[in-house]
Each structure stands twice: as structure tokens, then as C-alpha cells.
């Protein structure tokens, strides 16, 4: 019987704690009061302007002009057997987005490019990875997808030796063509 007493005030001493905390809390804010006024406000008598002497307008100056997009982008580069980009093509797309967006209704089309290493089959797919790579990286920046088309042409259209790495990094390319 004494646990019951015992377990029964413990109860209700909770209960006496907790209940009070859940009651509705006053709104705080306060609506401000609505005065409507009685009398109108009295009449101001209106004084004349004062006549300023006669001031040139400033010379009108033409807008100025807006640039027209420049699409003359460089080659954007690869990692060797890869469609990541490499580091120092970043700044070259964001010029390129930055670009496109002058005006959206122009289409243009990335021709993914590879070097000599590796079948053909590889390196026309890696082409278009590449090819996709760019696309992905401009739409991420706000250029319409709709504008951008994609083709890859492996190592059939080189810019440079194959027979040279230096001439074989320089194949390793997007290029962007207006439309």
C-alpha cells in the first residue's frame, strides 16, 4: 500500500510540474489600435513656386553599348583516356557559359576529340564523353541544353602530331562551333 501512496504522489506532483506547461500561450504581439480621424485636416494655403532661373539639361548621352558575344573559345583539354577535365579548362568554360548566355537563342554544337592511342571504337566513345563532359559542365552553369548538341569524332580530326605527346595532348579536345 505504501508504493501506491508513494507511486500516487509522485503522479500527481508531475502532474502539478507538467500541466501548467501546456496550457495556450498568450500572443505577444499586440495589435496596434485603428484611429480614424474626426476632423479633416485643416486646409493649407498654397504658396507659388518659386521660379529657378532657366538650367541646361545635361547633353543626352547614348546608352551604352552592349557587347556582342565573343564565340571565339579555345579548345577545352583532357585528362590522357579520360573524359574529366582538366583543371585549366574550368576558367576557359566558365568564359564560354558567361558567353552563351549573352544571347540563348544561339545554338551551337561541341565536337569531342581524341589522340591516335587506343582503338577506334574507344576513342569515338571517348569522344563523346568528352563531348558530354563540356555539355554537363555549361548546363550546370545556366546554359540551356536545348542549345548545346553533341558530336564526337575520335581521332579523325587531329590539330596536331600523334606522333609527339605534346602534339597528342593538343588532340585530346572539345571544340565549340557556333551553329
Known sequence: MKIKTSLLAAITMFGVAVLP???????????????????????KKETPPVQQPAQQAPPATDPAPVAKPNYNFKNIQFEFNSGILKTESYPVLDHVAAEMKKDPSVKFVLNGNSSAEGTYDHNMA???ERANAVKLYLVNTG????????????????????????GRKLNRRVEIKKL
Open 143 to 166: 546554359v540551356p541544353g536545348d542549345n548545346l548538341s553533341i558530336k564526337g569524332y575520335g581521332e579523325s580530326k587531329p590539330i596536331a602530331d600523334n606522333s609527339t605527346e605534346e
Open 126 to 128: 571517348l569522344s563523346l
Open 21 to 43: 506547461a501546456c496550457k495556450a500561450k498568450k500572443a505577444i504581439v499586440e495589435h496596434p489600435a485603428v484611429t480614424y480621424p474626426s476632423d479633416p485636416a485643416p486646409e
